[in-house]
């Protein structure tokens, strides 16, 4: 499938790292590269678009003169307008830096589906496109869609319609389309079909930003190239498995999309289900994101239905306050439901897969709760059972919760951990955020067919492969 991309394993832009990585991905493409946010005016924009493209900014994989952002939404703003609202989300820069940063974005405002806003988007990219003396089509398009998936077929034939970068063998125009991608079986398909119907698979990236987090990276190595995990990572040893996603915020203005979709179909259909895929599944037989899609889908045909005994849903109180928020309704902003695999290894394990918003804390983690010890000699009083927990965020964390002796004259058991925090261990790396992964794969279309330093994880199903 051409919408797979893969990903540096490495995982980390260290400095020595840097300089290959970048002759890696821009060696062999020249032109002018504009990349356009789409839906400039929201929060997944203003959060991690422009932050992750400020932090490319900041390594020197996005530079002034060769590449242009542009931001398209509907909302009436001017292109200082746009600066101002992002501002507050770029980290870590000087003044100088940063205003650098911003001069590149400039600000076209127009609906999802009427030529005349297209048009204007059209010319400003190719005003700025021509302004650097750059072949006609040799330019590159990177059009990204951080908008709710119900306008991506008419904002989609609006860039099919005027905004393609002109055919040639250098330039390119790719489509990045963020989750949920449609809100159920049948709108999955239609807009596959839709998309499908304007552009080559190859200019589709259908992305999941949970996969390029670093310790969603790191899962398959650790299930597979580590020996004492093999023989315990099943239903003999393992009671259960939780995966946890719990947000400290509620929708803080972002009810037009989280309204129509809900927690199960904003974070537990896509996030949590790619984790599950990986924590659950058989080894794949290679690296490549065929192998490894190949190994999710056999692991989610083994769940069985789910139990409604087993749901458990709510809402937050004061959801309906948001005034982006319709006050009927009942859109659910808590899930909890039970997985059960009906396979060799997993049968009568139960995953249990939770998301909330407007929680207590933020932090997303994986907890393997392992089976008792048979034969218990110590007959202290009863400690925490064996537990493995990576934490994905925040402060990236493995640790193994194990019983030791309480240090001292008397025989008495206690709980410890065996900790590897990534922020001790790993203190001269700065982890990429999961966006800059992402984008960066995109604009060096980087797929299965990149064969050194490559992790090959599929960040998204290609086009067919969709679940019940
Ligand atoms: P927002 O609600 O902030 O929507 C983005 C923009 O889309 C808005 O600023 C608005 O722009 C426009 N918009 C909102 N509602 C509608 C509507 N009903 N019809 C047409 N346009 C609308 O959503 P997010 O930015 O949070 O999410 C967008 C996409 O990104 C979703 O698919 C989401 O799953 C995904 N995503 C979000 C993340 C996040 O952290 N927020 C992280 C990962 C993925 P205007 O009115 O100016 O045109
Ligand atoms: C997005 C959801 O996919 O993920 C948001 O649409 C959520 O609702 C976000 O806030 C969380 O991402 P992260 O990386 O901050 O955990």
Not at 224 to 251: C, H, K, M, S
Not at 274 to 295: T, Y
Not at 385 to 392: D, G, K, T, Y
Request: charged share 25%; with cysteine.
């Amino acid at each position: 499938g051409g919408s797979d991309v893969s990903s540096p394993l490495s995982g980390r832009i260290s400095t020595s790292s840097l300089s290959d990585l970048k002759d890696l991905e821009f060696s062999s493409e020249s032109g002018c590269l504009s990349i356009v946010v789409l839906g400039a005016s929201g929060d997944l924009a203003k959060k991690k678009t422009f932050p992750a493209l400020f932090n490319l900014f900041q390594q020197g994989f996005i530079q002034s003169g060769e590449v242009h952002i542009f931001g398209y939404a509907r909302s009436d703003m001017s292109d200082e307008g746009l600066r101002e609202r992002i501002r507050g989300y770029l980290k870590g820069a000087s003044d100088e830096h940063l205003s650098q940063f911003l001069q590149l974005i400039k600000y076209v405002s127009g609906s999802y589906d009427n030529g005349a806003g297209f048009e204007l988007l059209n010319k400003t990219i190719s005003e700025n496109e021509t302004s650097e003396n750059n072949q006609p089509g040799n330019s590159r398009r990177l059009f990204y869609l951080a908008l709710p998936p119900s306008v991506y077929p008419s904002v989609c034939k609006m860039i099919r319609s005027c905004c393609m970068t002109p055919s040639s063998h250098t330039g390119w125009t790719r489509v990045i389309v963020e989750k949920p991608f449609g809100k159920d079986l049948d709108s999955a398909e239609e807009l596959s079909a839709q998309l499908g119907e304007l552009f080559d698979e190859e200019q589709l990236y259908r992305i999941d930003h949970y996969l390029g987090k670093e310790l969603v990276q790191n899962l398959l190595v650790l299930r597979f190239a580590n020996r004492f995990f093999l023989p315990l990572w099943n239903r003999d040893n393992i009671d259960n498995v939780q995966i946890v996603f719990r947000e400290d915020f509620g929708t803080d203005g972002r009810g037009g999309y989280f309204d129509q979709y809900g927690i199960i179909r904003d974070i537990i259909q896509n996030h949590l289900l790619q984790v599950f895929c990986l924590v659950a599944m058989e080894k794949p037989v290679s690296l490549s994101p065929e192998h490894i899609r190949d190994e999710k889908v056999k692991v989610l045909q083994s769940v069985s239905c789910i139990n409604h005994d087993e749901v458990v849903l709510g809402q937050y109180d004061g959801y309906k306050d948001d005034p982006t928020v319709p006050n009927e309704s009942n859109t659910p902003t808590f899930a909890s439901v039970v997985l059960r695999v009906h396979n060799e290894r997993w049968d009568g394990v139960p995953f249990v897969l939770k998301a909330g918003k407007a929680l207590s804390s933020k932090k997303a983690e994986i907890r393997v709760q392992f089976k008792d010890a048979p034969g218990d000699i110590f007959r202290c009083k009863k400690q925490g059972r064996n537990e493995f927990v990576i934490r994905l965020q925040p402060s990236e964390a493995m640790y193994m919760k194990l019983t030791v002796k309480k240090p001292g004259l008397e025989m008495a058991t206690e709980q410890s951990e065996l900790d590897l925090s990534y922020g001790l261990r790993y203190q001269d790396v700065k982890i990429p955020e999961a966006y800059e992964r992402l984008i960066l794969d995109t604009i060096s279309g980087c797929r299965q067919d990149r064969t050194s330093a490559t992790s090959t994880v599929a960040y998204a199903s290609p086009r067919g492969q969709h679940m019940r």
